[in-house]
């Protein structure tokens, strides 16, 4: 069956601007996970959506990133007013049990 | 806070060497310890699932084992195809997001 996707699969935008980024994840996952990993470091949580709860945004780095779920299944993250230190590879990742995670290629977004 | 520590951050074998990679944890309540490998460029690959001490899982060269303190990923007979970046991570107590360690980087010449 098909996996995670994520789109765009490259971005490339201006100090300042707006991105999103795009996730449909496995069919029928209820649990839906943001990570963001820049060059040489380990994979950084970001937010995390369950079924219809309350999404955990723990580790959101700051007030610019939001993220939303429509119909417990398409996720869109949002950086708003993009800075350089924004610049890394966007990881989605579904699950169905809330324990094994499956990931998307992911988006490499690059601040100019 | 939990902990994951991975080594060595490099390896290189020869084709047919075999060898392990570690994984060093400290977690309260550890709810489950999962391999990955991830390519460059693509998105980490799922590998296997250790729930607890003792228990071991295989995949083709691969064999994943556990302890109460780390988990060792041992690569048997390595072709050039098994390079990759290794990652390990952890999922514990209440916690709903996965914490990675920094990764293995395995080269295979052949």
């Known amino acids: 069956g098909a996996g995670v996707s994520q789109s765009p699969s490259n971005k490339v935008t201006e100090k300042g601007k707006d991105v999103e980024l795009r996730c449909d994840p496995i069919s029928g996952h209820t649990a839906l996970y943001w990570y963001r990993q820049s060059l040489g470091q380990g994979l950084e949580f970001l937010i995390y959506?369950?079924?219809?709860?309350?999404?955990?945004k723990s580790g959101l780095p700051s007030d610019r990133f939001s993220a939303e779920r429509t119909g417990g299944s398409v996720s869109t993250l949002t950086i708003q007013r993009t800075q350089q230190e924004d610049s890394a590879v966007y990881l989605c990742?579904?699950?169905?049990?809330?324990?094994?995670?499956?990931f998307g290629p992911g988006t490499r977004l690059t601040v100019t | 806070e939990d902990q994951v520590t991975q080594s060595p951050e490099a390896l290189r074998l020869q084709e047919g060497e075999s060898s392990s990679l570690n994984c060093s944890y400290t977690v309260s309540g550890l709810r489950g310890l999962f391999w990955y490998r991830q390519d460059p460029g693509k998105g980490p690959e799922f590998l296997f699932t250790?729930?607890?001490a003792g228990e071991e899982k295989e995949k083709e060269r691969l064999k994943a084992t556990l302890t109460k303190k780390e988990s060792f990923l041992h690569i048997t007979a390595p072709k050039p195809e098994d390079s990759a970046t290794y990652l390990c991570?952890?999922?514990?107590?209440?916690?709903?997001?996965?914490?990675f360690g920094s990764g293995t980087q395995l080269t295979v010449l052949p």
């Open positions: 959506f369950q079924g219809n709860s309350a999404p955990d």
């Open positions: 250790l729930y607890s």
């Open positions: 990742a579904s699950s169905l049990d809330a324990r094994e995670q499956y």
């Open positions: 991570a952890v999922l514990s107590g209440s916690a709903r997001q996965l914490t």
